[in-house]
């Protein structure tokens, strides 16, 4: 399986902007589908946003439309989330996860076969 490690969180204010990256290692980086999920302080972890192995097809969550951006670049085995307009309902501890089933992303499923460590993403008024 392939191993995560995401980076970038911190703390932004609201309607600032803040860019994660995940870095993969361990596995064949573009066999792999990419997503972005996140859970906040007693609530379940979401589904944020994917993106399939090739980088062409991408997925959001109806809540980041037109704030988050998804992308990766298989040749540094890198996969990045670009968040915009932040609110504070993003607050939350932010994931990046790997699998090879395409309908984990496409059904915007929570449960996928590698995870990061997360990297917590505070959104202050």
């Known amino acids: 399986q392939v191993q995560l490690v995401e980076s970038g969180g911190g703390l932004v204010q609201a309607g600032g902007s803040l860019r994660l990256s995940c870095a993969a290692s361990?596995?064949?980086?573009?066999?792999?589908?990419m997503a972005w999920l996140r859970q906040a302080p007693g609530k379940a972890r979401e589904f944020v946003a994917g993106?399939?192995?090739?980088?062409?097809?991408?997925y959001y969550a109806d809540f980041v439309k037109g704030r988050f951006t998804i992308s990766r670049d298989n040749a540094k085995n890198m996969v990045y989330l670009q968040m915009d307009s932040l609110k504070l309902d993003d607050t939350a501890v932010y994931y990046c996860?790997?699998?090879?089933?395409?309908?984990?992303?496409?059904?915007?499923?929570?449960?996928?076969?590698?995870w990061g460590q997360g990297t917590q993403v505070t959104v202050s008024s």
């Open positions: 361990g596995g064949t980086f573009s066999n792999y589908h």
């Open positions: 996860a790997a699998d090879r089933d395409l309908f984990r992303i496409i059904e915007r499923r929570t449960n996928f076969g590698s």
């Open positions: 993106i399939g192995f090739r980088g062409s097809n991408t």
